[in-house]
Each structure stands twice: as structure tokens, then as C-alpha cells.
T-cell receptor
């Protein structure tokens, strides 16, 4: 069945460091791919998404490219800030075949000043 | 600009007690969901409603019931609470059930003692 695997955390970085959070998926067909972010004490919110192969989603300095050949959707940011400290979830969702949104386990990011 | 609203935000129950978590969305979405979030487990789907008038089991439905009261409201009931149901519960909605962004409420922290 469909699945999402993302790197285990926590990830601890200093401010202005480069961030990569790896995400790979297993799915039939052509799912949409998402990154959601959860700040402390809040629900998840969409960070970015991509709906087809080679699409790049971007928002707030974060980017991720839909790579079908490697079944990956890695999240990157060139210079993290303390305010980026949160839990990041990779997810996939199919457009057909009924309900299918699968979340990864989440990766906690700590950014130190 | 409410989005998805869920109540209560915090609740402590004794084992065997019952309670209902309420959820409403004001985005005219067709699909609604209940997830639970536990440390190290990511998000797990309890029940979902692809459209008004339908409900289906998710990954972890045992011990829960749901009601899609109308297009806006989707409630989750614990008939006889158990300590294993201590968790953070999130209500969410999306325009359609596949391939769409999911919008989350702020969460309900439930402790069963």
C-alpha cells in the first residue's frame, strides 16, 4: 500500500544553516505530494505542495521538488530561522480511488540562535 | 476567518466516561476527518466523511464513533474512555477527499485517567 517515509528527528541546526529533510514515498499512480508544518500547540498547516512530476513547491523560503524517478520530495531551506522550529510532515494524496492521504511520522526541527 | 473549529481544547476524563468532541468548518468543504496524534506515531486517521451523509473507518476506529451532522459539523464520540485514548485529537476538512489540501483545527488535548 501507499506509504511515506521521512527522516527521523530531531534535527538541530544553528540559525542561518541549510536545512534538508528527506522524504520518500511508495504509491501507485501519480499522487499529489505535500509538506505540512506544525508549530507548538497548533494544528498542522500546509507549507507547500506539488501535484505532478518535476513540479517545485515553494513557500516562506522552503522548497521541495517532486521527483518521480527517485520517489522523493525532500524539503529544503537555504537559511533557517529560530521561528522555523516546528514539526514537519511529508504527505501524499491521490486524486482518484477514494480517500487516500498518508502522512509521514514527522520530523522535529530545532533551530538555535 | 475561523476555518476549522473544534471543542473542547482540553479535557480530562475518568476511565469509562463518555464524551463528544465537536468540530465545525466554515469553508463549505465536502470532506471531514478525525485524526489522533501520539508521540512517535505521527497522525493516524480515526474516521472520515468523504461527503455529507457518509462516514467510513480509518486506520484506528476502535473505541470511537462519529456523526456527520450536516455539511459543516463532524463529531467524534468516545463511548467508554480508556487510558489508551489519551492523545491529541485533530479535526480537519478538505474540499474533496483525494489530492486536496487538508485544513486542520487547533487540536483537542484529551487525558483519560
Amino acid at each position: 500500500g501507499d506509504s511515506v517515509t521521512q527522516m527521523e528527528g530531531p534535527v538541530t541546526l544553528s540559525e542561518e544553516a541549510f536545512l534538508t529533510i528527506n522524504c520518500t514515498y511508495t504509491a501507485t499512480g501519480y499522487p499529489s505530494l505535500f509538506w505540512y508544518v506544525q508549530y507548538p500547540g497548533e494544528g498542522l498547516q500546509l507549507l507547500l505542495k506539488a501535484t505532478k512530476a518535476d513540479d517545485k513547491g515553494s513557500n516562506k523560503g522552503f522548497e521541495a521538488t517532486y521527483r518521480k524517478e527517485t520517489t522523493s520530495f525532500h524539503l529544503e531551506k537555504g537559511s533557517v530561522q529560530v521561528s522555523d522550529s516546528a514539526v514537519y510532515f511529508c504527505a501524499l494524496s491521490r486524486r482518484t480511488g477514494g480517500f487516500k492521504t498518508i502522512f509521514g511520522a514527522g520530523t522535529r526541527l530545532f533551530v538555535k540562535a | 476567518n475561523a476555518g476549522v473549529t473544534q471543542t473542547p481544547k482540553f479535557q480530562v476524563l475518568k476511565t469509562g466516561q463518555s464524551m463528544t468532541l465537536q468540530c465545525a468548518q466554515d469553508m463549505n468543504h465536502n470532506s471531514m476527518y478525525w485524526y489522533r496524534q501520539d508521540p512517535g506515531m505521527g497522525l493516524r486517521l480515526i474516521y472520515y466523511s468523504a461527503s455529507e451523509g457518509t462516514t467510513d473507518k480509518g486506520e484506528v476506529p476502535n473505541g470511537y464513533n462519529v456523526s456527520r451532522l450536516n455539511k459543516r459539523e463532524f463529531s467524534l464520540r468516545l463511548e467508554s474512555a480508556a487510558p489508551s485514548q489519551t492523545s491529541v485529537y485533530f479535526c480537519a476538512s478538505s474540499e474533496l477527499s483525494g489530492g486536496n489540501t487538508i485544513y486542520f483545527g487547533e487540536g483537542s488535548w484529551l487525558t483519560v485517567v
